[in-house]
Every structure is written in structure tokens, then in C-alpha cells.
């Protein structure tokens, strides 16, 4: 036998270099799977939040002459998420337990053609020099059409004039009239002559002051409107507490 056949013979089927280019492929293939796989399970993640977030970091904000520390997970917006000074601050809490985002309570955030279980607080400096329950007496109750009804729980509802301004709202003021009594606005659709039959929006609005200078604008299902007296306990308990004197 030749040495030239010897040497045929001998030689190895796959040469280290073509070994070498196999392995560095394959390493290289599974490193692009791997990074697919986690940007896949990142975006997923992040399209399952749709800007929420389960953060529960404090951020320290600053309006006006008012410090309030709110966790991340209760602050609507990521471009509010920051502590330092700001105009104003959406927030929102599920109802009961003024609790913010987290994974288990994911559906009620998630909610797209009901607010059930949300409360939404806007908080901003004071413009004004009275909140709701302040301007009842000297400004809504002059633009009342009608006698008032009886609402749910201790309230009464009057019709407010469209012409005032306030077209399709109902005001719910506290049964048992006083300086200040409760009062909140609510959007209806519809309103029929002559006994006031309407069906609701998502929303009743009503505003409070906190702080030194704070004015907290808060929104809520009509169905909640029962509770009226414990959501307006558990909004001003949450966010008086979250005040930093």
C-alpha cells in the first residue's frame, strides 16, 4: 500500500477547523434563540401591564407647597413615576382596599368598558377657594331645576339646568343639609320628562381639598355611588397619609 493511500486512510472524516466553524454556528444559533425567547417573554410581559406597572418604588412629589410619597404602582402614568416637582399626579386604586397595580389584581386595571372597582384621583394645586361640598350652597344649588329626589343611601339628586352649563348631570348632595354637606356630579345620558328616569356613564366626579394646598379630583362608577361615605373615607385616609409634613 501506497503512502499517499495510507494517509487517505488515516485522515480524519471532519477536520478540527470545519468542527471548530460547526460549534461556533450552533453556539451562536442558540445564542439568537435564547435572546428571542427573553425579549419575547420581556415585551409579552410588557404588553400584559398596558402601562401599568407593579412597582411598588416610592416616589417623593412635590406640588406646590405639598410633598406626597405614592408608591409607583397607584400613579397612572410612567412619565409620573419620578419624585420631584409636578404640576399635578393621576392616580388610581382599586376599591376596596385603596390598593394599586400588582399581577393579582390585574383584571380590575384591565377593564375596558367599565370602571367597577376603580377609583381614579387627579391631585393638583387648589384654584379654587371652596371644593365641592363648599360650592354647593352658594353656586349648585342656584342652578338646581326641581325638587330633589330621593338617591341611594342619605342622598338626594337634583336635576341641574343644562343651560348652566351642566348639561346631562345629576348632583347627589347628602340628605342631611349642612355648610358643607357631601356632594358629587355625575354624567347621565339621558334625561326624560317629567319624573327625571336616566341611565348613567361610567362616572361620578367630585373634589376635596388635602394638604396645605392640594386639590384632589376623584372619579367612580355610578354602582359605587351606595358607598359613597366609605370611598370618601378610605381617599382622603390614603393620600392624607401619604402627605410628608
Keep these: 500500500m501506497s503512502d499517499t493511500s495510507s494517509t487517505i486512510e488515516h485522515a480524519p472524516l471532519l477536520s478540527p477547523r470545519f468542527v471548530w466553524k460547526l460549534t461556533a454556528v450552533i453556539t451562536v444559533m442558540c445564542l439568537i434563540t435564547l435572546a428571542i425567547a427573553i425579549t419575547g417573554r420581556m415585551i409579552g410581559k410588557t404588553i400584559s401591564y398596558a402601562g401599568n406597572t407593579a412597582d411598588g418604588t416610592l416616589h417623593e412629589i412635590v406640588i406646590g407647597n405639598d410633598v406626597i410619597s405614592l408608591p409607583a404602582n397607584v400613579i397612572r402614568f410612567e412619565s409620573q413615576r419620578v419624585s420631584g416637582v409636578q404640576n399635578a399626579v393621576d392616580t388610581y386604586f382599586a376599591w376596596p382596599g385603596m390598593n394599586g397595580y400588582s399581577d393579582a389584581r390585574r383584571d380590575v386595571f384591565n377593564q375596558t368598558r367599565s370602571a367597577n372597582g376603580l377609583i381614579f384621583a387627579r391631585i393638583a394645586q387648589a384654584t379654587m377657594s371652596r371644593d365641592m361640598s363648599g360650592r354647593f350652597a352658594p353656586i349648585y344649588k342656584r342652578l338646581t331645576d326641581g325638587p ?66 392640594l386639590s384632589v379630583t376623584y372619579r367612580f362608577s355610578i354602582d359605587l355611588l351606595p358607598h359613597w361615605q366609605e370611598i370618601e373615607h378610605d381617599i382622603r385616609k390614603r393620600l392624607e397619609t401619604a402627605l410628608l409634613r
Design 148 to 213: 330633589p329626589l330621593a338617591g341611594p343611601n342619605g342622598l338626594n339628586s337634583f336635576r341641574l339646568r343644562p343651560g348652566a352649563g351642566y348639561a346631562n348631570e345629576l348632583m347627589y348632595v347628602e340628605r342631611q343639609l349642612s355648610e358643607r354637606p357631601y356632594a358629587v356630579r355625575c354624567l347621565v345620558e339621558e334625561l326624560s320628562e317629567p319624573d327625571n328616569n336616566f341611565t348613567t356613564q361610567t362616572g361620578c366626579q367630585r373634589d376635596i381639598f388635602i394638604g396645605k394646598d
